[in-house]
């Protein structure tokens, strides 16, 4: 049984410019979420997708899109990037009747410079 | 605005010893909270639950309680170990229909000591 991926691992961006992180979420899981976490914070909820479909988002603007794949796995995208977006990106997957059991992927960091 | 909050950004146990580590939260929707552990350069990993219709749940040497009244909630590690050595976040999620939406408090680091 394969875990939660994510990648790249590290990578710098400059303002404004755009960035796709990738996820794939572990076998048999077909929600997946997506979580920011900056410096000294606790992981903060972006949105969730599920059967290819974001069904719950927390308080991010729209530039913050997302998609699943059939295979179940995910991309994050960020558009117009800020400095303020500099944070660990975090993925988790997990069953659509789990509640809250997640599995997090180690995440992808994320500097802007 | 806060709604899970960890007050403690760290503690120091000696090995054997028990662990508390405590949890406040203020939204009164929340029916469910989690204790995630987190290790260096990997992602958070589930530890423990409970459901807001209990005050206790036990899973070894892990034990979550619940007091609803107060809204608070504490994860006791008995004995505590140096692997038990991390960061862990306190989360609750409410039943929004989104089954992955938590919470998170903001961590508090363990540290047990030999």
């Known amino acids: 049984e394969t875990g939660v991926t994510q990648s790249p691992t590290h990578l710098i961006k400059t303002r404004g410019q755009q960035v796709t992180l990738r996820c794939s979420s572990q076998?048999?899981?077909?929600?997946v979420s997506w979580y920011q976490q900056a410096l000294g914070q606790g992981p903060q909820f972006i949105f969730q997708?599920?059967?290819?479909?974001?069904?719950g988002r927390g308080n991010f603007p729209p530039r913050f899109s997302g998609l699943q794949f059939p295979n179940y796995s995910s991309e994050l995208n960020v558009n117009a990037l800020e400095l303020d977006d500099s944070a660990l990106y975090l993925c988790a997957s997990s069953s659509i009747t789990s509640a809250g059991e997640l599995f997090f992927g180690e995440g992808s960091r994320l500097t802007v410079l | 605005d806060q709604q899970v909050k960890q007050n403690s950004p760290s503690l120091s146990v000696q090995e054997g010893r028990i662990s508390i580590l405590n949890c406040d939260y203020t939204n009164s929707m929340f029916d469910y909270f989690l204790w995630y552990k987190k290790y260096p350069a990997e992602g958070p990993t589930f530890l423990i639950s409970i459901s807001s219709i209990k005050d206790k749940n036990e899973d070894g040497r892990f034990t979550v309680f619940l007091n609803k009244s107060a809204k608070h909630l504490s994860l006791h590690i008995v004995p505590s170990q140096p692997g038990d050595s991390a960061v862990y976040f306190c989360?609750?999620?409410?039943?929004?229909?989104?089954?992955?939406?938590?919470?998170f408090g903001t961590g508090t680091r363990l540290q047990v000591t030999l």
């Open positions: 076998s048999g899981h077909n929600t």
């Open positions: 989360a609750a999620s409410a039943d929004t229909g989104t089954a992955s939406k938590l919470t």
């Open positions: 997708y599920y059967r290819e479909e974001e069904n």
